[in-house]
């Protein structure tokens, strides 16, 4: 059966940080893209940031130089920490495996 289940999520004061995690199960992760994408109250998904089988990484320009995406593939995990928080990173945050299998996200309150 196939999982992904998120946590990390959280109440946190502008500028504070947050990382967020993703474990997966019952697909081969090693060999997927994991991306994490958002949604904010109101607003459709957006994308955040991914990370390919290789480690190559990249990140939507909105959160370019704030926030972080790993994995460890020994783990079967996919993090992002996330630091310089702003309340427009309000949102649930979700990852997937190249869209095909997703987590049931975790919320982000970032408010002072």
């Known amino acids: 059966q196939v999982q992904l289940v998120e946590s990390g999520g959280g109440l946190v004061q502008p500028g504070g940080s947050l990382r967020l995690s993703c474990a997966a199960s019952g697909f081969t992760f090693n060999v997927y893209a994991m991306t994490w994408v958002r949604q904010a109250p109101g607003k459709g998904l957006e994308w955040v940031s991914s990370?390919?089988?290789?480690?190559?990484?990249n990140y939507a320009d909105s959160v370019k130089g704030r926030f972080t995406i790993s994995r460890d593939n020994a783990k079967n995990t996919v993090s992002l920490q996330m630091n310089s928080l702003i309340p427009d990173d309000t949102a649930v945050y979700y990852c997937?495996?190249?869209?095909?299998?997703w987590g049931q996200g975790t919320q982000v309150t970032v408010s002072a």
């Open positions: 990370i390919n089988s290789g480690g190559i990484t």
């Open positions: 997937n495996a190249e869209g095909l299998y």
